[in-house]
T-cell receptor, first 111, second 113 residues
């Protein structure tokens, strides 16, 4: 089942913060986050394995609440380069079957 | 540069025609995947290959076939193209399935008229 992302779209001014949420109805082994710019391929940002860890990547970080099957992506002091569509993707484990992607969150950063 | 290479980048087909999308990775990854992306739908899995010699259906396999030719190459074939197969197709690879980040190819934009 496809994870549910919220919000569907966000418009920010440069320097503002954003949070993108992702929830799943089934038990997860890992949650992935990707960013896709218009006309390009998705690019891997980070993976969170079950255990509730929080990861950071420059000013982008994420958390994973295993009990609630929820993950959040945090973008602080947003830059123009952060614009794009953000996807979370779920993996339930047990083999190499593919990730299930959410429908995406469109992030627009304005000067 | 290391990565995933897809060909062609663009293709227009007439309904009923066939074609093969090619994908190759040079990162020595075990797992490879084919996704399609349609507006507002996210990425949906068509087929995947956990390792050389194995392939399995994903969420939307109807109308497609795949071949894992060797560890590097994973091709997607449309036997009789339909307008509903108009989409952007991405190939991806991973070293450890869902426990590792995916690397995507640049995509193939396919239009079926």
């Amino acid at each position: 089942q496809q994870p549910v992302q919220s919000p569907q779209a966000v418009i920010l001014r440069e320097g503002e913060d954003a949070v993108i949420n992702c929830s799943s109805s089934k038990a997860l082994y890992s949650v992935h986050w990707y960013r896709q710019k218009h006309g390009e391929a998705p690019v891997f940002l980070m993976i969170l394995l079950k255990g509730g860890e929080q990861k950071g990547h420059d000013k982008i970080s994420a958390s994973f609440n295993e009990k609630k099957q929820q993950s959040s992506l945090y973008l602080t002091a947003s830059q123009l380069s952060y614009s794009g569509t953000y996807f979370c993707a779920n993996y339930s484990g047990g083999g190499a079957d593919g990730l299930t992607f959410g429908k995406g969150t469109h992030l627009i950063i304005q000067p | 540069n290391a990565g995933v290479t897809q060909t062609p980048k663009f293709q227009v087909l007439k309904t009923g025609q066939s074609m093969t999308l090619q994908c190759a990775q040079d990162m020595n990854h075990n797992s490879m995947y084919w996704y399609r992306q349609d507006p507002g739908m996210g990425l949906r899995l068509i087929y995947y290959s956990a390792s050389e010699g194995t392939t399995d259906k994903g969420e939307v396999p109807n109308g497609y076939n795949v071949s894992r030719l060797n560890k590097r190459e994973f091709s997607l074939r449309l036997e009789s193209a339909a307008p509903s197969q108009t989409s952007v197709y991405f190939c991806a690879s991973s070293a450890l399935g869902g426990a590792w980040g995916y690397t995507f190819g640049s995509g193939t934009r396919l239009t079926v008229v």
